[in-house]
């Protein structure tokens, strides 16, 4: 699967890239993921990215020139591509959403900044507009980070063993999730306190342990 992100400050994703299962999927060809720095579509020697609002207020609002460029040049290799657009407006992500756009060969994410995008980049390039949560963030990059791993772990050998993803999966797609402990098996964290495993845990029962887990899972449906 390959992934277009469109930013201004392509830094920020550096160490998200270099770490872990993202890594390494990468490193095994499973995962395409393209950073893109939106200054390389403007025209001007200061590389304009963003200009003041219409009506007036405060902060910059980002061009649809650069996006709109942007967006042609990358659909170029991959014209079946969906494009999302991160705002504080759009439809909130989450698990369902993670299965349908894994459907998808390849995703541009636009990451928002400072007051927000040109509206004409909603109506008439972005497929869809996505938000993490109701609350505002400085922009569209941790959401594009968020959707990627969330994603990419739907992903066959992503995670390294195909076990990881079928265990944590309900048969209608959802996604479960329980109470985790390892060793020790009492942890001290000062005197005359003590904290410990359940005992069922370690009772080597897969029936009890099964039930015990079942009793205290929250699934996160399809």
């Known amino acids: 699967m390959q992934f277009d992100i ?10 998200y890239l270099k770490e872990s299962f993202i890594k390494k999927a990468r490193d095994k060809g499973i995962l395409k993921i393209n950073i893109h720095d939106l200054r390389k579509w403007t025209n001007n020697e200061r590389r304009t990215v963003d200009d003041r609002p219409y009506g007036g207020g405060l902060g910059m609002v980002l061009k649809i020139e650069p996006i709109f460029k942007a967006i042609k040049e990358i659909k170029k290799r991959k014209k079946k591509a969906r494009v999302i657009l991160f705002t504080p ?14 459907k998808y060969d390849n995703l541009i994410l636009i990451c928002g900044r400072y007051e927000g995008v040109d509206e004409r980049v909603a109506k008439h390039i972005a497929d869809e507009e996505l938000s993490i949560g109701e609350y505002d963030l400085m922009g569209g990059e941790l959401p594009a980070m968020v959707v990627i791993e969330t994603i990419s772990r739907l992903i066959p050998d992503v995670l390294g063993k195909p076990s990881f993803l079928k265990e944590r999966m309900t048969k209608g797609g959802g996604f479960i999730e ?12 000062q005197k005359g306190i003590k904290w410990k495993v359940p005992k069922v845990l370690l009772s ?19």
């Not at 009890?208 to 205290?216: P, V």
Request: glycine share 4%; aromatic share 14%; hydrophobic share 30%.
């Open 89 to 102: 407006r759009g439809k909130t992500f989450n698990q369902k959403k993670a299965f349908q756009l894994k």
């Open 178 to 189: 329980y109470p985790e402990y390892t060793r020790p098996e009492e942890f001290v964290p």
């Open 6 to 15: 469109i930013t201004i400050f392509p830094n920020l994703f550096d160490s």
């Open 204 to 222: 080597g029962h897969q029936k009890k342990i099964s039930d015990w887990r079942k009793e205290r899972m929250k699934v996160i449906e399809k």
